[in-house]
């Protein structure tokens, strides 16, 4: 969903490494696009087999083995870091591409929580404030949105229990913007008079946070923003470090899968509110890469909730035209169930991610309709346990790149189904990537 961020292009350039996929790789502008690993069930995922090359060109850090002293964990054994991997990222891609903030923030997350962690993870979710009982530093966690859909939820557990696998975290102060600016920004700076050490979260509204984080680095907090940033922010009075996914590769990538066999014909594009930030950057590049093959395309609303994506759906399926393929940035599940519920087989659906609710849908139209085809992004839903780990290794005088970009990965769904097949108990809402337990999705999603 709502993970957004703002591209590079719109930014200066980043310092980090972006990722190499294996497993019938294909690169598609820089995002990273796999089909499901000896399948042919769909190609439209595949033009290549041939490795992707890192791109360093921006790059100052250099991938490492990750054996920082600031980790609260013992490193995983390559084997398991390499499982860590696909379960985050959604598809394998080698630990000595990505950097060592967030091959750190993959060694604590794939170390199993214990029972005493999960319990105190499951208290904080449900309060204001949760101590830990040991350690100095006060994290704040900022949502501007944090009501609008399960992703937040999901994204507030996922910080939370990196944060208190940090033996130097003291408390955890969580704060709801409700999908609203002046409500944003009145908890934004009640974290501030509170004198928590650092802040992160999914900045919703972009720049307009600004003036407000640099009120925050004047009072010393280190702010790290994740998915939706603030393309204005310079690192200098502002934040301290943002972890960003390429939205202008990504959309690319997403056009041209979406145009792929065609070359008439239009492509319904879809985004949260009009004017956010993730869809801001990601739409132009997917429309741009749609025109240069010769279809058209528009760009609809759904708010990134239930009720927008059913009325995008019934309205796209009342008026479909020569429409070929839809493009969204979230869950899909109400174009899935329009398409069941007329009987139709539904078009290419291309982006998004995909949750457990998902899957029941996909399997009854792939049943039906074996040559429709789902290419699926995984969630970012682990760039809130990276933006944690970067904000504490900051505290804790880490060096960490003003920029990260984490990998995103373009998958067909079949990629993601033995996942979801292997976790019978997860919550209808829960998505790949977050690496929480079942028992901390159970608590925020319900059984």
Not at 92 to 107: E, G, K
Not at 364 to 391: C, G, H, R
């Amino acid at each position: 969903m709502s993970f957004k961020s703002q591209g590079s292009s719109q930014r200066g350039p980043r310092s980090s490494i972006r990722a190499t996929a294996l497993c019938s790789l294909a690169v598609l502008s820089t995002a990273i696009v796999l089909s499901a690993c000896g399948s042919s069930s769909s190609t439209s995922s595949t033009s290549s087999s041939t490795p992707a090359k890192v791109d360093t060109s921006a790059a100052s850090t250099t991938a490492t083995d990750a054996k920082s002293t600031l980790l609260p964990v013992p490193a995983l054994s390559a084997s398991a870091l390499d499982a860590a991997i696909v379960e985050a990222f959604g598809g394998p891609i080698p630990a000595t591409d990505l950097d060592p903030v967030t091959t750190n923030a993959l060694n604590v997350a794939g170390t199993p929580a214990t029972p005493e962690q999960i319990a105190l993870v499951n208290k904080c979710v449900k309060e204001a404030t949760c101590e830990t009982g040991h350690g100095e530093i006060k994290v704040g966690i900022l949502d501007p949105s944090g009501s609008i859909n399960p992703w937040h939820a999901q994204a507030r557990g996922a910080q939370t229990l990196q944060a208190i696998k940090y033996p130097q975290v003291k408390s955890v102060t969580y704060v709801d913007g409700q999908a609203d600016l002046a409500k944003t920004i009145a908890a934004y700076r009640g974290l501030i008079s509170q004198k928590v050490d650092i802040i992160t979260g999914v900045f919703d509204q972009g720049d307009a946070l600004l003036p407000t984080t640099k009120l925050a680095a004047a009072a010393g907090i280190i702010v790290v923003p994740y998915s939706n940033v603030m393309p204005k922010a310079t690192g200098t009075g502002d934040i301290a470090v943002d972890v960003a996914a390429d939205l202008c590769g990504y959309g690319t990538t997403l056009g041209t899968l979406a145009a792929k066999g065609h070359t008439s014909g239009k492509v319904a594009l879809y985004s949260g509110p009009p004017g956010n930030p993730f869809g801001g950057t990601w739409g132009p590049c997917a429309e741009k890469a749609i025109k240069a093959a010769g279809l058209t395309s528009s760009m609809g609303s759904t708010a990134w909730t239930p009720q927008g994506e059913a009325q995008a759906a019934a309205a796209l399926a009342a008026n479909p035209g020569d429409t070929v393929a839809a493009v969204y940035d979230y869950l899909p599940d109400g174009f899935f169930q329009k398409a069941i519920a007329l009987g139709k087989e539904p078009l290419h659906q291309v982006g998004g991610s995909a949750a457990y609710s998902t899957v029941a849908l996909y399997k009854q139209l792939k049943a039906k309709y074996p040559d429709w085809v789902f290419d699926v992004s995984e969630s970012q839903l682990f760039f809130p346990s990276i933006a944690m780990t970067a904000a504490l290794e900051k505290k804790l005088g880490g060096d960490v790149p003003l920029h990260i970009i984490p990998p995103q990965t373009v998958l067909t769904m079949e990629n993601y189904i033995p996942y979801y097949d292997s976790h019978p108990g997860l919550p209808p809402a829960a998505q790949f990537s977050t690496m929480l337990p079942s028992e901390i999705l159970q608590t925020i999603l319900g059984k």
